[in-house]
C-alpha cells in the first residue's frame, strides 16, 4: 500500500515486493536496487522484515522510520508469544529511528514509552466498537509496563482498543493521524474527519492497514487528498482476497494466516456481515508452508462462535484437519444441521457447486488456497 501510494506521488520506490522479508530477500532487494558503487537508485528504500530478523536486517541497515503495525498471537510453535516476539523486536530499535506505531496496540505501543520521536495513529471511538471484550482470549487483560490489571474505555477488536492502567499510568496516546468513522455496511472509511476511503475490503482489520499507509505518506508529504483517491477501492496483488466464481455462484477467498487467530477472526467477521446470507467453508489442510507441525491448540482462539448467525447457512469444514475443526465447532453453540464435514477440498468444492444463489466466503492460508481456486474459475484470469 506504501509503495502504491509513494509510486503513483512520483516517488520512486525500491521494495521487497515478493514478500522475501529475512536477511536473504532484504539484500537481495538492496543489492538489485544499487549501483555497482553500492548507492541505492531510489528515492526510498522501503522494507518489509520478519519480525525476528528484524534485529539482524537492521543491525546494517538503520532505517529513518519504522512502522510498527500490531503484535498478535502467530505461529505459537515458532514465535512463542507475543511478548517474546515484542523482546525480539525491541533489539532492532535506535533511538535516532521515528518509530511510527498503532496507539490502539498495547503492546506495540510500549515501544514508544518514553521516546519523543514517536509519530501515532489510530482509531476514535467507533460505531463498530464493543464495551466488554467479544474475543476468546484477552491479551490486553494485563498492562504491559507493570503487568497490573488494564482498563478498556472501547474495543475496536479483540484487544485492539482504548486502554489505560490505574496502577501505572500506561495509556494509549493521542494520534497525529485518526479514523474518525467507519461505516462497513457502505464500505467507507474516514481519515482524520476530512479523507473518505472506499472500501475494496469492509474489514476494520484492514482499515489499520490503510491508516498506516496513510500515515507514512503523510509523512513523505503526498496530500492527503491524493492518498484518500489512491487508496479507495485498492485491492492489493497479493493474493490475500480473491474473488471467484464456482458454478451460478460467486464468493471471495480470504487469505487468513494459520496460527493467527486474531487473522481468522477479521475474515469471520467479514463473513457475518454478508446481509443477504452467505455459505462459509474453511479449510485446513497444512498447517505450515515452511516447516511441519500437527499443532492445532490455536483453533481454540479463533472465535467461531461469531458464526452462530441466522445470514450464515451452511458451513463446510475441509482438509486434512477438519475433524480437529469438527471438534472445535462441537463447542460452539452453532446449530449441528448447519456443519458439514467435507474432508477432501475438492468433494467440498463440488458440494458448493450447486443451484443456489447464495455467496460463499472461503477461508484458508496461504499454504490451502491454491488447493481450492484450482476448483473455481478465479475473476481476472
Given at each position: 500500500?506504501?509503495?502504491?501510494?509513494?509510486?503513483?506521488?512520483?516517488?520512486?520506490?525500491?521494495?521487497?515486493?515478493?514478500?522475501?522479508?529475512?536477511?536473504?530477500?532484504v539484500t537481495t532487494l538492496v543489492l538489485?536496487?544499487?549501483?555497482?558503487?553500492?548507492?541505492?537508485?531510489?528515492?526510498?528504500?522501503?522494507?518489509?522484515?520478519?519480525?525476528?530478523?528484524?534485529?539482524?536486517?537492521?543491525?546494517?541497515?538503520?532505517?529513518?522510520?519504522?512502522?510498527?503495525?500490531?503484535?498478535?498471537?502467530?505461529?505459537?510453535?515458532?514465535?512463542?508469544?507475543?511478548?517474546?516476539?515484542?523482546?525480539?523486536?525491541?533489539?532492532?530499535?535506535?533511538?535516532?529511528?521515528?518509530?511510527?506505531?498503532?496507539?490502539?496496540?498495547?503492546?506495540?505501543?510500549?515501544?514508544?514509552?518514553?521516546?519523543?520521536?514517536?509519530?501515532?495513529?489510530?482509531?476514535?471511538?467507533?460505531?463498530?466498537?464493543?464495551?466488554?471484550?467479544?474475543?476468546?482470549?484477552?491479551?490486553?487483560?494485563?498492562?504491559?509496563?507493570?503487568?497490573?490489571?488494564?482498563?478498556?474505555?472501547?474495543?475496536?477488536?479483540?484487544?485492539?482498543?482504548?486502554?489505560?492502567?490505574?496502577?501505572?499510568?500506561?495509556?494509549?496516546?493521542?494520534?497525529?493521524?485518526?479514523?474518525?468513522?467507519?461505516?462497513?455496511?457502505?464500505?467507507?472509511?474516514?481519515?482524520?474527519?476530512?479523507?473518505?476511503?472506499?472500501?475494496?475490503?469492509?474489514?476494520?482489520?484492514?482499515?489499520?492497514?490503510?491508516?498506516a499507509a496513510y500515515t507514512v505518506a503523510?509523512?513523505?508529504?503526498?496530500?492527503?487528498?491524493?492518498?484518500?483517491?489512491?487508496?479507495?477501492?485498492?485491492?492489493?496483488?497479493?493474493?490475500?482476497?480473491?474473488?471467484?466464481?464456482?458454478?451460478?455462484?460467486?464468493?471471495?477467498?480470504?487469505?487468513?494466516?494459520?496460527?493467527?487467530?486474531?487473522?481468522?477472526?477479521?475474515?469471520?467477521?467479514?463473513?457475518?456481515?454478508?446481509?443477504?446470507?452467505?455459505?462459509?467453508?474453511?479449510?485446513?489442510?497444512?498447517?505450515?508452508?515452511?516447516?511441519?507441525?500437527?499443532?492445532?491448540?490455536?483453533?481454540?482462539?479463533?472465535?467461531?462462535?461469531?458464526?452462530?448467525?441466522?445470514?450464515?447457512?451452511?458451513?463446510?469444514?475441509?482438509?486434512?484437519?477438519?475433524?480437529?475443526?469438527?471438534?472445535?465447532?462441537?463447542?460452539?453453540?452453532?446449530?449441528?444441521?448447519?456443519?458439514?464435514?467435507?474432508?477432501?477440498?475438492?468433494?467440498?468444492?463440488?458440494?458448493?457447486?450447486?443451484?443456489?444463489?447464495?455467496?460463499?466466503?472461503?477461508?484458508?492460508?496461504?499454504?490451502?488456497?491454491?488447493?481450492?481456486?484450482?476448483?473455481?474459475?478465479?475473476?481476472?484470469?
Open positions: 500500500m506504501i509503495a502504491h501510494i509513494l509510486t503513483q506521488n512520483g516517488k520512486s520506490v525500491s521494495w521487497n515486493r515478493e514478500g522475501s522479508n529475512q536477511i536473504e530477500g538489485s536496487s544499487c549501483t555497482l558503487g553500492g548507492r541505492v537508485k531510489s528515492d526510498i528504500l522501503l522494507i518489509e522484515s520478519d519480525e525476528r530478523f528484524a534485529r539482524y536486517t537492521f543491525k546494517y541497515i538503520k532505517p529513518t522510520h519504522y512502522v510498527i503495525t500490531n503484535l498478535y498471537r502467530d505461529q505459537l510453535t515458532r514465535n512463542g508469544h507475543p511478548e517474546w516476539v515484542f523482546d525480539a523486536l525491541k533489539d532492532s530499535i535506535y533511538p535516532e529511528t521515528q518509530l511510527i506505531l498503532n496507539a490502539d496496540d498495547p503492546l506495540v505501543s510500549l515501544f514508544g514509552w518514553g521516546k519523543e520521536n514517536v509519530v501515532w495513529f489510530g482509531a476514535d471511538k467507533l460505531s463498530t466498537d464493543t464495551e466488554a471484550l467479544e474475543s476468546v482470549y484477552n491479551d490486553g487483560a494485563y498492562c504491559p509496563h507493570c503487568k497490573s490489571p488494564m482498563t478498556y474505555s472501547t474495543h475496536h477488536y479483540n484487544h485492539i482498543g482504548h486502554y489505560s492502567c490505574p496502577s501505572c499510568g500506561y495509556h494509549r496516546h493521542n494520534t497525529q493521524y485518526t479514523v474518525t468513522a467507519v461505516d462497513l455496511d457502505n464500505g467507507i472509511a474516514e481519515l482524520d474527519g476530512k479523507y473518505r476511503i472506499s472500501l475494496a475490503l469492509k474489514s476494520l482489520y484492514n482499515i489499520y492497514n490503510i491508516l503523510s509523512i513523505v508529504g503526498v496530500d492527503g487528498q491524493k492518498i484518500a483517491a489512491d487508496m479507495s477501492d485498492y485491492v492489493m496483488k497479493n493474493g490475500r482476497v480473491i474473488t471467484f466464481e464456482l458454478g451460478k455462484r460467486k464468493g471471495t477467498l480470504l487469505t487468513s494466516k494459520h496460527e493467527n487467530s486474531i487473522s481468522y477472526d477479521q475474515s469471520l467477521r467479514v463473513a457475518t456481515q454478508c446481509k443477504d446470507g452467505c455459505d462459509v467453508m474453511i479449510i485446513v489442510d497444512a498447517v505450515s508452508r515452511k516447516y511441519f507441525t500437527s499443532d492445532v491448540s490455536w483453533l481454540w482462539d479463533i472465535d467461531f462462535e461469531m458464526l452462530k448467525s441466522e445470514n450464515i447457512h451452511e458451513i463446510i469444514l475441509s482438509g486434512t484437519y477438519c475433524n480437529d475443526l469438527a471438534v472445535r465447532f462441537g463447542y460452539t453453540d452453532i446449530p449441528a444441521e448447519k456443519i458439514k464435514i467435507i474432508g477432501d477440498i475438492g468433494e467440498a468444492a463440488d458440494h458448493l457447486n450447486s443451484d443456489r444463489s447464495e455467496y460463499i466466503y472461503v477461508i484458508t492460508c496461504f499454504s490451502d488456497k491454491q488447493k481450492f481456486l484450482a476448483k473455481v474459475k478465479v475473476n481476472g484470469e
